[in-house]
């Protein structure tokens, strides 16, 4: 499954007072869902900052979020295709076409080269490219397509809508989620909310009459 995991422990003070597994696993469960709660918290205010164009890609990895038993308590998974690519890093290459197509402006955000009918190819040198929009002469009103390399008087287009690479290095990014210790508290304060309510429920304090 693509994506990341991220284990909660079971092995904390309070998990380990419960006097059942299954108490303990339902534990984690809230820590697990107060985790993800604060996750997707985080990725949606990404998203605002860093996707002014695009597909929303960090709005999408939060949507993917969601909370499974594992052995040692409860995982988060972030199930976004290319999550855990920003996450850690690494690096990219074509896998079915020749070329990788990153788009060089605003309208070609969130968009596949193959969407737009009016680009050409490019070749700059070995290993870069790009796919440009073709030249389009205004006629009686009308615009009539182009691919006259230089532009004449009444001549629109002719700029770069992706540009075309074999290969990228994509840095790590560990920003795109919260950090280890706010999670941690997060899901630990759930859990000691939860455990302090069984433990009042199954101690209730004495009446006054």
Known sequence: MPGISITLDEATPL???????????????VGGRAAATLVKEHLFGIDGQRHQYGNHFYAQAARSVN?????????????????????????????????LTIPARAEAMAHRAREFNDLHFVFFREGLAALVQN?????????????????????????????LVKFVHQEPDPTVLPYDEQMSARAADAIATRFQRLSDRANPAPSDS
């Open 67 to 99: 909370v499974v038993k594992v052995p040692a308590g409860a995982a988060v998974n972030i199930t976004s295709q290319g999550f855990a690519q920003r996450l850690f890093g690494g690096d990219i290459v074509p896998k079915e076409a020749h070329w």
């Open 15 to 29: 998990l380990e007072r419960c006097r059942t597994a299954a108490q303990a696993q339902g534990l984690a469960l």
């Open 135 to 163: 030249l389009q002469t205004r006629l009686g009103g009308r615009v009539r397509g182009s691919v006259t390399p230089k532009g004449k008087s009444g001549e629109t287009g002719g700029g770069i809508f992706f540009w």
